[in-house]
T-cell receptor
Framework: DAGVTQSPTHLIKTRGQHVTLRCSPI?????VSWYQQVLGQGPQFIFQ???????GRGNFPDRFSARQFPNYSSELNVNALLLGDSALYLC???FGTGTTNEKLFFGSGTQLSVL | AQSVTQLDSQVPVFEEAPVELRCNYS??????LFWYVQYPNQGLQLLLK??????LVKGINGFEAEFNKSQTSFHLRKPSVHISDTAEYFC??????????FGAGTRLTVKP
């Protein structure tokens, strides 16, 4: 079975642009979470979705938004990109409600560079 | 404020030596604790987790960790490391909500 897949793997944008990142969870997993990992730091929680509903939100500005589709795949959108948005964006899926005692399965991430 | 601190940003060790990667957390409530490993150009992979019960948790690849509530620590240990253990290791804490907090990571480098 395929693991968590993210696309694209790399992306270069300029300041002020918009970006959409995509994630397909492991088959059967209903929860998707998004994390931002800036170089040299640990992942920072952005969003968690379960059954197409937002279940958690980290401390990120409103420029960040996400959604989950009926097939449980997810998109992360970032508007008005800033240089500081340059990071590795990780998607993680889990089987159940995504409560934090569950094991998260991570994708390899999308490396976003904002110039 | 709830936080996770990994006390060492880099840990170099020789092959077959023991290693301990330190993690401390701050919380006034019950927590779940995790260690994840990240190999170059890959996502994170769960090594082990503590939810409740025995304070000594065994994980994959010969790693284990001990939950110490009084010291609010969850240090990761391996008695004999291999070259293939070279990676970034992240301690993470969740507080029974949907927000998992990661530490800044410890770069373990195993030298021959």
């Amino acid at each position: 079975d395929a693991g968590v897949t993210q696309s694209p793997t790399h992306l270069i944008k300029t300041r002020g642009q918009h970006v959409t990142l995509r994630c397909s969870p492991i088959s059967g997993h209903k929860s998707v979470s998004w994390y931002q990992q800036v170089l040299g730091q640990g992942p920072q929680f952005i969003f968690q979705y379960y059954e197409k509903e937002e279940r958690g939100r980290g401390n990120f500005p409103d420029r960040f938004s996400a959604r989950q589709f009926p097939n449980y795949s997810s998109e992360l959108n970032v508007n008005a990109l800033l240089l500081g948005d340059s990071a590795l964006y990780l998607c993680a899926s889990s089987f159940g409600t995504g409560t934090t005692n569950e094991k998260l399965f991570f994708g390899s991430g999308t490396q976003l560079s904002v110039l | 404020a709830q936080s996770v601190t990994q006390l060492d940003s880099q840990v170099p060790v020789f092959e077959e030596a023991p290693v301990e990667l330190r993690c401390n957390y701050s919380s006034s409530v019950s927590v779940y604790l995790f260690w994840y490993v990240q190999y170059p150009n890959q996502g994170l992979q769960l090594l082990l987790k503590y939810l409740s019960g025995s304070t000594l948790v065994k994980g994959i690849n010969g790693f284990e960790a001990e939950f110490n509530k009084s010291q609010t620590s969850f240090h990761l240990r391996k008695p004999s490391v291999h070259i293939s253990d070279t990676a970034e290791y992240f301690c993470a804490v969740s507080y029974n909500n949907n927000d998992m907090r990661f530490g800044a990571g410890t770069r373990l480098t195993v030298k021959p």
